[in-house]
Nanobody, 126 residues
Framework: QVQLAESGGGSVQAGGSLRLSCAASGVIQHTYCMAWFRQAPGKEREGVAFLNRGSGTVYYGEAVKGRFTISQEYDQKMVYLQMNRLTPDDTAMYYC???????????????????WGQGTQVTVSS
């Protein structure tokens, strides 16, 4: 079983930055994929950033490429999301998620992930 706990959300003005953290506990295999998704009110959950723990391969959603960076501290089972140049469109609840296998380009959707945390709110004002 995997438990995920997000932190670091908050309110920021457009153009600002935030760093989200995800603490994973339980059995986190070398082959797992860790990810950040987000969901705004009335919208579907959207994949933001993905990281394969073993290879370090990363993927990003089109909306955040060049602005967000996913990283990890492998031994501490921590995953981070550095968010720069935030805009009001980035306002959402952000979820840390885990998949019991590596991510390829075909896995960047909610339905392929088995565990997620309670989320942390990010609000960007104009």
């Amino acid at each position: 079983q995997v438990q995920l706990a997000e932190s670091g959300g908050g309110s920021v003005q457009a153009g600002g930055s935030l760093r989200l953290s995800c603490a994973a506990s339980g059995v986190i295999q070398h082959t797992y994929c860790m990810a950040w998704f987000r969901q705004a009110p009335g919208k579907e959950r959207e994949g933001v950033a993905f990281l394969n723990r073993g290879s370090g391969t990363v993927y990003y959603g089109e909306a955040v490429k060049g602005r967000f960076t996913i990283s990890q501290e492998y031994d501490q089972k921590m995953v981070y999301l550095q968010m720069n140049r935030l805009t009001p469109d980035d306002t959402a609840m952000y979820y840390c998620e885990a998949r019991s296998g590596p991510c390829g380009a075909q896995h960047l959707e909610q339905r392929y992930f088995e565990w997620w945390g309670q989320g942390t709110q990010v609000t960007v004002s104009s």
